[in-house]
């Protein structure tokens, strides 16, 4: 049984920094593209970075690739998101999610929560000004 637990959120000033975890078990996180995604208050989730089998990665915006990192310890199996420079506009629910297995070419958007089949809880961060 696949499962994912984020933990590091929190509260933190603009300008702060914060390292989002993301445990997984029941699968190993280097088989699968995994994705950092958040949703905001009245907003839709949206995908912020996604790392895949190979170690390549796509980010959400230029602006997000020069402060957020994504990464991934293969011998503990757990992701990872190092935020800095927070802005308030990062206030949301982190989640990290799985992405289904392909067979074939696949042409869907990794950045697309519907390419997702295993999330974990979420993790509040909120950054005030």
């Known amino acids: 049984q696949v499962q994912l637990v984020e933990s590091g959120g929190g509260s933190v000033q603009a300008g702060g920094s914060l390292r989002l975890s993301c445990a997984a078990s029941?699968?190993?996180?280097?088989?699968?593209?995994m994705g950092w995604f958040r949703q905001a208050p009245g907003k839709e989730r949206e995908g912020v970075v996604v790392?895949?089998?190979?170690?390549?990665?796509?980010y959400k915006s230029d602006s997000v690739k020069g402060r957020f990192t994504i990464s991934r310890d293969n011998a503990k199996n757990t992701l990872y998101l190092q935020m800095n420079s927070l802005e308030p506009e990062d206030t949301a629910i982190y989640y990290c999610?799985?992405?289904?297995?392909?067979?074939?070419?696949?042409?869907?958007?990794?950045?697309?929560?519907?390419?997702?089949?295993?999330w974990g809880q979420g993790t509040q961060v909120t950054v005030s000004s």
């Open positions: 029941g699968y190993t996180v280097s088989s699968r593209a």
């Open positions: 790392i895949y089998t190979g170690g390549g990665t796509t």
């Open positions: 999610a799985a992405a289904r297995l392909y067979y074939g070419t696949y042409y869907g958007s990794y950045l697309d929560p519907a390419t997702y089949e295993h």
